[in-house]
């Protein structure tokens, strides 16, 4: 296992402060749109899910049930909150404290990864990206649903403008060029679908 950054040990002490009030800083947003795209990333997927990033575990009620899911996640403020919510539903998903960037799996481990609003807080999310192409199959897929820089001028200035207020407060950047990250990462884009706010909030759909 590689030795943890200066920059991952910021962002794991970021979630580990906030995580007990993660789900109710995110519970308006959750409810309008949040869940509705969780259901949809999740939708048709089966065999071996990894899930990067669990968090509190907002997507364990979309995991599919004919599906063997492993979940990590660098904070053990997020675990626990993601243990508790396993417990009393009786999610089956297999837990993990682990680095995005240094994924302890063996090579093409798993039919599809999955992350959601994740690579905005890993210190080097194209590092992170490959981790995720090399334990996912052949013909698997990464399916990321993420917010993103825009490509409207006002907009993008506006969040580069809070960027720094964002990473400083929560751990996470609202700047991220993800589209080009996916590219250099090696990776082909199937999909980029739209969300909502303009081109803010994305789903991207990729294959080794």
Known sequence: MKQEKPETQVVRKAYDRIAGSYDLFEWPVEKLFFNRWRRELFAGLEGNILEIGVGTGKNMPYYPANANVTAIDLSRGM???????????????????????DLRFPAKSFDHVVATFVLCSVPDPVQALKEMKRVVRHRGT?????????????????QRFHNPFTRHLFGFNIDRDTKSNIGKAGLSIMADVHLGFYDVFRRFTSHP
């Not at 993601?82 to 539903?89: D, G, N, Q, T, V």
Request: no cysteine.
């Open 142 to 158: 990464i399916i990321l649903l993420e917010h993103v820089l825009s490509d409207r001028v006002f907009l993008s200035a506006i």
């Open 79 to 101: 675990l626990s909150k993601a243990h508790k919510r396993k417990e009393a539903s009786g999610y089956a998903v297999d837990l993990r404290e682990m680095d995005a960037e």
